[in-house]
């Protein structure tokens, strides 16, 4: 059973930093690429930042660029993935979603995703 399960939001102060993890098992995740997406509230999901399957080549959207960070552990039956997300600013509000794909390519896009997780809630206040 294929299940990516995030974890670690919250409620932070602006300026304040949050780790989000997702645990993703029942496929050889380890040589998918893996990404994160976020949905504030009545907004569309947006890609925020992509890792390939072995973590030698990552990617961000420009308006987390210097303030977040991916990263994975491949473990041998499930893959850990985080967001270290610090500055965070009262914007940033959002589910955020892990997301894994086949190719590095598709994982930066929506539609590109072969598998999702049911999110994780980060609230940043003023």
């Known amino acids: 059973q294929v299940q990516l399960v995030e974890s670690g939001g919250g409620l932070v102060h602006s300026g304040g930093s949050l780790r989000v993890s997702c645990a993703a098992s029942?496929?050889?995740?380890?040589?998918?690429?893996m990404g994160w997406f976020r949905q504030a509230p009545m907004k569309e999901r947006e890609f925020v930042a992509a890792?390939?399957?072995?973590?030698?080549?990552?990617?961000?959207a420009d308006s987390v660029k210097g303030r977040f960070t991916i990263s994975r552990d491949n473990a041998k039956d499930t893959v850990y993935l985080y967001l270290q997300m610090n500055s965070l600013k009262p914007e940033d509000t959002a589910v955020y979603y892990c997301?894994?794909?086949?190719?590095?390519?598709?994982?930066?896009?929506?539609?590109?995703?072969?598998?999702w997780g049911k999110g994780t809630l980060v609230t940043v206040s003023s």
């Open positions: 890792i390939s399957w072995i973590g030698g080549s990552t990617y961000y």
């Open positions: 029942g496929r050889t995740f380890g040589s998918y690429a």
């Open positions: 997301a894994a794909a086949s190719f590095y390519t598709r994982v930066k896009q929506f539609g590109g995703v072969d598998y």
